[in-house]
């Protein structure tokens, strides 16, 4: 008893310390990069521009990417990363291509029901100069994603798996700790079910680039709705009204759920699952 304690505290203290990493490592990258926009404006009237971080596409950039590095190297300091989880796992293109497509119908949904909250976005603007500047892609479409999965997915959710928690627990929790995070009142209900089918797609297959890959592609795809139809145009307004959108919200759903089941029916038949302990401890069925 004495021992699960120890454990369940040790898991709690684990999971703070790589969020208060996050948090640190965002405020770190964001003051030195302010400094060094601002080094000219220092050196000649002493004056700092507080605005340049949501203003210039490259410094966001560059801070998302210094950000993404600090805390890679404190994780790899602190031998908080799976190198088991950085292989293949032998799965093939095909199964990640199937995978891709399976976000497809789960970024339709997910996009559609924040639609319905009309939640206000405080990140619309700087997402969208970021969207159309080639470091802002790199950082949105391959830096960011890397990160969050290697702190949500590895950092926190493995964690919580190997010290004796379900899995559908340890992902709930890795999900609705990555919504919360993103501090957006229009990003948070989108990141936390974006979390649990991340967390799902890492828990079966073993591999962080399994989710790193469905990370990508849904901020790609983002990306690409604002070059082609611009930052204001809705769901809605594509499928031609608010009827037409529902019924395309049932075959989206339809198409989630037969990818899952291929999914599922594929990684069970070649992955061990998470029985608490450890990877490689027996297979548990979800």
């Given at each position: 008893?004495?021992?699960?304690?120890?454990e369940?505290?040790?898991?709690?203290?684990?999971?703070?310390?790589?969020?208060?990493?996050?948090?640190l490592?965002?405020?770190?990258?964001?003051?030195?990069?302010?400094?060094?926009?601002?080094?000219?404006?220092?050196?000649?009237?002493?004056?700092?521009?507080?605005?340049?971080?949501?203003?210039?596409?490259?410094?966001?950039?560059?801070?998302?990417?210094?950000?993404?590095?600090?805390v890679?190297?404190?994780?790899a300091?602190?031998?908080?990363?799976?190198?088991?989880?950085?292989?293949l796992?032998?799965?093939g293109?095909?199964?990640?291509?199937?995978?891709?497509?399976?976000?497809?119908?789960?970024?339709?949904?997910?996009?559609?029901?924040?639609e319905?909250?009309?939640?206000?976005?405080?990140?619309?603007?700087?997402?969208?100069?970021?969207?159309?500047?080639?470091?802002?892609?790199?950082?949105?479409?391959?830096?960011?994603?890397?990160?969050?999965?290697?702190?949500?997915?590895?950092?926190i959710?493995?964690?919580?798996?190997?010290?004796?928690m379900?899995?559908?627990?340890?992902i709930?929790?890795?999900?609705?700790?990555?919504?919360?995070?993103?501090?957006?009142?229009?990003?948070?209900?989108?990141?936390?079910?974006?979390?649990?089918?991340?967390?799902?797609?890492?828990?079966?297959?073993?591999?962080?680039?399994?989710?790193?890959?469905?990370?990508?592609?849904?901020?790609?795809?983002?990306?690409?709705?604002?070059?082609?139809t611009?930052?204001?145009?809705?769901?809605?307004?594509?499928c031609?009204?608010?009827?037409?959108?529902?019924?395309?919200?049932?075959?989206?759903?339809?198409?989630?759920y037969?990818?899952?089941?291929?999914?599922?029916?594929?990684?069970?038949?070649?992955?061990?699952?998470?029985?608490?302990?450890?990877?490689?401890?027996?297979?548990?069925?979800?």
């Amino acid at each position: 008893m004495t021992y699960v304690i120890i454990e369940r505290r040790d898991t709690v203290r684990r999971t703070i310390c790589l969020v208060l990493i996050f948090l640190l490592a965002q405020l770190l990258s964001s003051l030195a990069v302010l400094f060094f926009f601002n080094l000219p404006g220092l050196l000649q009237d002493g004056c700092l521009e507080m605005g340049v971080l949501a203003e210039s596409p490259v410094a966001i950039s560059v801070s998302l990417m210094l950000n993404a590095a600090i805390v890679w190297g404190v994780m790899a300091l602190l031998r908080w990363t799976d190198r088991k989880s950085f292989r293949l796992q032998g799965h093939g293109w095909k199964v990640y291509v199937i995978a891709l497509l399976g976000m497809m119908p789960v970024i339709f949904v997910v996009n559609l029901l924040l639609e319905l909250f009309a939640l206000e976005d405080w990140n619309a603007a700087a997402f969208g100069r970021m969207a159309c500047h080639p470091l802002g892609v790199l950082a949105l479409v391959l830096v960011g994603p890397f990160m969050e999965e290697l702190v949500f997915r590895m950092g926190i959710q493995r964690h919580l798996m190997r010290h004796r928690m379900h899995p559908w627990v340890a992902i709930a929790v890795s999900s609705v700790i990555f919504g919360v995070i993103h501090g957006n009142p229009a990003q948070i209900p989108g990141a936390v079910l974006f979390g649990v089918v991340l967390g799902w797609l890492y828990w079966r297959s073993g591999t962080i680039w399994m989710p790193v890959a469905a990370h990508a592609f849904n901020n790609l795809v983002g990306v690409a709705t604002i070059w082609f139809t611009g930052s204001q145009t809705t769901l809605c307004d594509l499928c031609g009204g608010a009827g037409v959108a529902a019924l395309c919200a049932l075959v989206a759903l339809l198409g989630c759920y037969v990818v899952y089941r291929y999914l599922d029916g594929y990684f069970s038949n070649r992955m061990p699952l998470f029985n608490g302990k450890g990877m490689d401890n027996g297979v548990v069925r979800p």
